[in-house]
C-alpha cells in the first residue's frame, strides 16, 4: 500500500461512503450495489481500487464475494496523517 493509492481510494465520495459502510459491518457486493445507482461494472472498479489502497479485503463464500474494512490498515493511515498534521508548521496567524 502506498500513501497515493489510499489518497486516490478516498478522493471519491462513493469510495467513500463504501467504507463507512464497511466500518459498520462487513457486506457482500451486491448489499453494497444496491445501496448505490450505478452499475455492477463501475461498483466494481470502485471495489478494485479500494483492494488496490488494501483498504478493504474480500473473501468468496458460495456465489457471493463478502467485503470487509481493513481496519489495520485505516488505522495506519489514521495514524500517518495524525502525524504529519502534528509535524506541520504552524502558519503566522495561528497560535
Known amino acids: ?4 493509492e489510499v489518497f486516490k481510494a478516498l478522493s471519491d465520495p462513493t469510495r467513500r461512503e463504501i467504507l463507512r459502510l464497511l466500518g459498520l459491518n462487513e457486506m457482500s457486493a451486491g448489499q453494497l ?5 450505478m452499475t455492477k461494472p463501475s461498483m466494481s472498479h470502485h471495489f ?3 483492494k488496490e489502497a488494501d483498504l478493504i479485503t474480500c473473501r468468496r463464500e458460495g456465489q457471493q464475494i463478502i ?7 485505516v488505522q495506519d493511515m489514521l495514524a500517518w496523517m495524525m502525524d504529519f ?4 508548521p504552524k ?3 495561528e497560535t
Not at 1 to 4: C, L, R, V
Not at 85 to 88: D, E, M, N, P, Q
Request: charged share 20%; hydrophobic share 35%; aromatic share 12%.
Open 1 to 4: 500500500m502506498s500513501n497515493n
Open 67 to 73: 467485503y470487509t474494512l481493513n481496519t489495520t490498515v
Open 48 to 50: 478494485a481500487v479500494l
Open 33 to 37: 450495489t444496491e445501496k448505490f445507482d
Open 85 to 88: 498534521f502534528r509535524s506541520a
Open 91 to 93: 502558519r503566522n496567524n
